[in-house]
């Protein structure tokens, strides 16, 4: 399974924060309300895919006003490490489970959860784990909210020749095998939204593209390199590779540059 480092978590979450999509995270909030109110008041538990250090948690929990509890499924054992120290930390109610969702969402995850979400991730899918995902939510008649999922598109300002090469190769990189298949890439919003309404979900969806502040360094630094070494491992031109990158990391330094990386979210209602 494709992991991620902590120092490159925590340097994306403000950019996460600023992207995430109001409208799409309103039907979600709204949809658990009516569900709450079925619950006698109890607090609802809502269980977090690819929970990471446990961002999605930390950017939903404010905006829903709502006592819930909170599942957090990650296989990186650093990563569990330090959600559970933030979670403390924060005083959220979190349980942080090491699952390896490979082979997909288990029903012991499931049992006594009342929605689940993840932020970041199905583009990490394949299909046919999307597809059974969508089904296995089906049949327990719970809500999805899916936040930050790449769909392609990048850019930086200022623009730069060679940026297109970085994209295709960026987009290439997206497609291989993240442990789950191989991985939807920049399909995986498209692709979700169609099977979710399939298993016959309302979907809501919209825009969550990040903007990277000029003063945002170490976010576009990992962001640039990141992208370089995934147009090395593509097959990119080792020279071209190496001129970019090192025109795109002084503009960093100097505050120069913004980048910008198309992301959608999602809402998968059930009737």
Same mark, same amino acid.
């Given at each position: 399974?494709?992991?991620?480092?902590?120092?490159?978590?925590?340097?994306?979450?403000?950019?996460?924060?600023?992207?995430?999509?109001?409208?799409?995270?309103?039907?979600?909030?709204?949809?658990?309300?009516?569900?709450?109110?079925?619950?006698?008041?109890?607090?609802?538990?809502?269980?977090?895919?690819?929970?990471?250090?446990?961002?999605?948690?930390?950017?939903? %929990?404010?905006?829903?006003?709502?006592?819930?509890?909170?599942?957090?499924?990650?296989?990186?054992?650093?990563?569990?490490?330090?959600?559970?120290?933030?979670?403390?930390?924060?005083?959220?109610?979190?349980?942080?489970?090491?699952?390896?969702?490979?082979?997909?969402?288990?029903?012991?995850?499931?049992?006594?959860?009342?929605?689940?979400?993840?932020?970041?991730?199905?583009?990490?899918?394949?299909?046919?784990?999307?597809?059974?995902?969508?089904?296995?939510?089906?049949?327990?008649?719970?809500?999805?909210?899916?936040?930050?999922?790449?769909?392609?598109?990048?850019?930086?300002?200022?623009?730069?020749?060679?940026?297109?090469?970085?994209? %295709?190769?960026?987009?290439?990189?997206?497609?291989?095998?993240?442990?789950?298949?191989?991985?939807?890439?920049?399909?995986?919003?498209?692709?979700?939204?169609?099977?979710?309404?399939?298993?016959?979900?309302?979907?809501?969806?919209?825009?969550?593209?990040?903007?990277?502040?000029?003063?945002?360094?170490?976010?576009?630094?990992?962001?640039?390199?990141?992208?370089?070494?995934?147009?090395?491992?593509?097959?990119?031109?080792?020279?071209?590779?190496?001129?970019?990158?090192?025109?795109?990391? %002084?503009?960093?330094?100097?505050?120069?540059?913004?980048?910008?990386?198309?992301?959608?979210?999602?809402?998968?209602?059930?009737?």
């Amino acid at each position: 399974m494709s992991g991620f480092t902590g120092d490159w978590l925590a340097a994306r979450e403000p950019a996460d924060l600023r992207a995430r999509n109001a409208d799409v995270r309103a039907a979600f909030r709204d949809h658990l309300g009516e569900t709450l109110q079925t619950r006698a008041n109890r607090p609802l538990t809502v269980l977090d895919l690819g929970a990471g250090t446990g961002a999605t948690m930390r950017a939903l %929990a404010p905006h829903l006003g709502m006592p819930v509890r909170w599942r957090l499924a990650e296989h990186d054992p650093a990563l569990i490490a330090l959600a559970r120290d933030l979670a403390r930390r924060d005083g959220f109610e979190a349980e942080v489970v090491e699952a390896d969702l490979s082979q997909g969402v288990s029903g012991g995850l499931l049992d006594g959860v009342d929605a689940v979400t993840t932020s970041a991730f199905l583009d990490l899918v394949s299909a046919d784990w999307l597809d059974e995902l969508a089904r296995t939510l089906r049949r327990a008649g719970l809500p999805f909210l899916a936040m930050l999922t790449y769909d392609g598109r990048q850019s930086l300002d200022p623009e730069h020749p060679f940026d297109e090469t970085v994209r %295709a190769a960026m987009a290439a990189h997206q497609g291989g095998d993240k442990g789950f298949g191989a991985a939807l890439g920049p399909a995986a919003h498209a692709h979700a939204a169609a099977s979710f309404r399939m298993q016959g979900y309302r979907v809501v969806d919209g825009l969550s593209d990040w903007r990277a502040l000029p003063e945002e360094t170490v976010f576009q630094t990992l962001l640039v390199e990141g992208w370089a070494q995934a147009a090395r491992e593509t097959g990119a031109g080792a020279d071209e590779i190496d001129n970019w990158l090192a025109l795109r990391l %002084a503009q960093v330094a100097d505050a120069r540059l913004v980048a910008r990386v198309g992301h959608r979210d999602l809402a998968a209602l059930p009737g």
